[in-house]
């Protein structure tokens, strides 16, 4: 790919990748929890499979979830009962007010990448990207490069995102007890669920 190519993939990318969402969200609660350094191993997670999924679709697999709306169905059904269960170990991690050592919520390798993997709207904006990005007869080196700059710029975002509920988690601290706080997002990641079963 050249350069302005790039460009313009960024671009299409900016408000896909930037704007509110369920992986968005998700990070965000993470980072208000415990800032960037809990939300590493979900990051990596959630990247890896991203990159993985989205060779996937540019290579021409996984065809199957996109156009059967049973196996789509099913795969969002499981990842809002999979947010809305990380959202409840949040509401149990909540520690009572004189409880200080229970210390920041924190999401595995694992929580990242079955995010991405059970949300089938992720798989229709790679491939959106890819009708838009991808020329026919396109050479292994094109389909890395968008996959790598699909990845790397969601990856970004994300830690934006982490960063903002870091901040954000900081201001609620100032204002009432961590047991509240973890509440506070522990209930966002079930309103995530919700929206990710209802969208």
Not at 71 to 87: D, N, S, T
Not at 112 to 126: D, E, H, M, S, T
Not at 167 to 178: F, H, K, N, W
Request: hydrophobic share 60%.
């Amino acid at each position: 790919m050249t350069a302005p190519q790039i460009a313009a993939l960024l671009v299409f990318l900016f408000p896909l990748a930037y704007s509110p969402g369920p992986g968005n969200s998700f990070f965000a609660a993470i980072g208000a929890s415990g800032g960037l350094a809990s939300a590493w191993p979900a990051l990596i997670g959630y990247h890896a499979a991203t990159f993985v999924v989205t060779l996937a679709i540019g290579a021409g697999l996984g065809l199957t979830l996109l156009t059967n709306p049973t196996v789509a169905g099913a795969l969002k059904l499981a990842g809002a009962f999979y947010v809305a269960g990380i959202g409840v170990m949040f509401l149990k991690a909540a520690p009572s007010d004189g409880d200080a050592g229970r210390g920041p919520m924190r999401a595995s390798l694992l929580d990242g990448a079955a995010v991405l993997v059970f949300n089938p709207k992720a798989y229709l904006i790679i491939a959106l990207m890819f009708t838009q990005f991808l020329p026919e007869q396109a050479s292994l080196a094109t389909l890395l490069t968008i996959t790598a700059v699909f990845t790397i710029n969601n990856l970004l975002a994300f830690v934006i995102w982490t960063l903002l509920g870091l901040a954000i988690g900081r201001l609620i601290a100032s204002r009432m007890s961590g047991r509240l706080v973890n509440l506070v997002f522990g209930g966002c990641l079930i309103g995530v669920a919700a929206w990710m079963a209802l969208s």
